[in-house]
């Protein structure tokens, strides 16, 4: 089974400062990855996704990932924090099944931007 | 495209007592997600249709959870006799083919 792991639950950072959440993931077939951000009391946005191709994938709002096979890693980017950026971040794995797919999250990252 | 829509977003009730959710996905979108998300956790898959058909019931599902999706546009989901346990978030996904998957703003389901 796909599983993902996110180091910290809590990062905090200042306006300006660069952004870094780690994800991890545990495959036994090539993985497709992604990055979901949650706001409070809403749904699940997708910031960026890799599946084939180039490994630096470019998303919305400025994020970046880089998919890198041999540390399992897929961690996520972003030069210069705002404010707007504080919400919880989810990393995610496909599993195919059935046709379909699911999706397997990480237990997701809080980013906190401090002033 | 209005999005995937999911009533009611908020749901208060004691616990034995059923619930249904429902939601809407974007139109022509033949698969439909149900996740999970407890306090502190990431989501957890429940459930899958495409189009009328659900192929796939994760372990969560109890018995006392089903869902439908009878004309392969919008879904239920019910629980019965809820428990304590049950509180958490429960959204909706949909996408038409690929892997991304559309979200809805969820229910947030308290059982007292």
């Known amino acids: 089974a796909q599983s993902v792991t996110q180091l910290g639950s809590h990062v905090s950072v200042s306006e300006g400062a660069l952004v870094l959440l780690r994800c991890n993931y545990s495959?036994?077939?090539?993985?497709?990855l992604f990055w979901y951000v949650q706001y409070p009391n809403q749904g699940l946005q997708l910031l960026l996704k890799?599946?084939?191709?180039?490994?630096l994938v470019k998303g919305i709002n400025g994020f970046e990932a880089e998919f890198k096979k041999s540390e399992t890693s897929f961690h996520l980017t972003k030069p210069s924090a705002h404010m707007s950026d504080a919400a919880e971040y989810f990393c995610?794995?496909?599993?195919?099944?059935?046709?379909?797919?699911?999706?397997?999250f990480g237990t997701g990252t809080q980013l906190k931007v401090e002033l | 495209d209005t999005g995937v829509s999911q009533d009611p977003r908020h749901k208060i009730t004691k616990r034995g007592q059923n619930v249904t959710f429902r939601c809407d996905p974007i139109?022509?979108?033949?698969?439909l997600y149900w996740y999970r998300q407890t306090l502190g956790q990431g989501p957890e898959f429940l459930t899958y249709?495409?189009?009328?058909?659900?192929?796939?019931k994760s372990r969560l599902l109890s018995d006392r959870f089903s869902a439908e999706r009878p004309k392969g546009s919008f879904s239920t989901l019910e629980i019965q006799r809820t428990e304590q346990g049950d509180s958490a978030m429960y959204l909706c996904?949909?996408?038409?083919?690929?892997?991304?998957?559309?979200f809805g703003p969820g229910t947030r389901l308290t059982v007292t």
């Open positions: 495959s036994s077939v090539p993985p497709y």
């Open positions: 139109s022509e979108h033949n698969r």
């Open positions: 249709f495409q189009n009328e058909a659900q192929l796939e």
């Open positions: 995610a794995v496909i599993e195919l099944t059935g046709g379909g797919n699911k999706l397997t």
């Open positions: 996904a949909s996408n038409l083919q690929g892997f991304e998957q559309y």
């Open positions: 890799y599946t084939t191709g180039a490994t």
